[in-house]
């Protein structure tokens, strides 16, 4: 026992050993190495992902403040027309407002000179006709009461034409 002929069994046995030993060491390491490349393919695909994504998030965001410099855009112009809108009807309501006063005024003057010739016809009623001018006399001058009633009628049918006319727009 411990002779020489025991070594090459000895050497045989260690040489198995130690065989078995590497052979088990280069699969441990072949396998760590597989894992390894795996965790960083692994990681390689997760920075893309967040690459991806995050390019994903910039192209939405561009898109959402384009939409809303868009919409406010629109918002805008909306109001500008609106406030020119309100700025027309205010001042074609201050037209019609002056259009109103000055109608009720013409009206409140040809109610008083209505009044003045109703006073005048009465007055005139027991006088005889004017005179009407004869060819061979020449034309005979107009009495200044004639004149003056003539000038009335006229001023009145002007100032209700014109309020005819107010009262149409109105």
């Known amino acids: 026992v411990g002779g020489r002929a025991d070594r090459p069994l000895l050497r045989s046995a260690e040489a198995e050993a130690w065989r078995a030993d590497l052979q088990r060491r280069q699969t441990r390491d072949a396998f760590a190495r597989g894992v390894e490349g795996r965790a960083r393919s692994a990681a390689a695909r997760q920075e893309e992902a967040e690459a991806a994504a995050a390019r994903m998030a910039a192209e939405v965001r561009a898109e959402a ?3 809303a410099a868009r919409v406010a855009a629109d918002v805008r112009a909306e109001a500008a027309a609106a406030a020119e809108a309100a700025v027309a009807r205010r001042e074609e309501a201050r037209l019609l407002e002056d259009e109103a006063a000055a109608a009720a005024m013409y009206q409140d003057e ?4 209505l009044a003045a010739a109703d006073a005048a016809r009465e007055a005139c009623m027991g006088l005889p ?15 200044p009461a004639q ?14 034409a014109f309020a005819r006319g107010v009262g149409g727009r109105a």
């Open 65 to 67: 403040a384009a939409e």
């Open 110 to 113: 040809r109610d008083e000179l």
């Open 129 to 143: 006709p004017p005179p009407f001018p004869s060819p061979e006399a020449g034309a005979v001058p107009e009495p």
């Open 147 to 160: 004149a003056a009633w003539r000038a009335e009628v006229q001023r009145r049918q002007t100032r209700d």
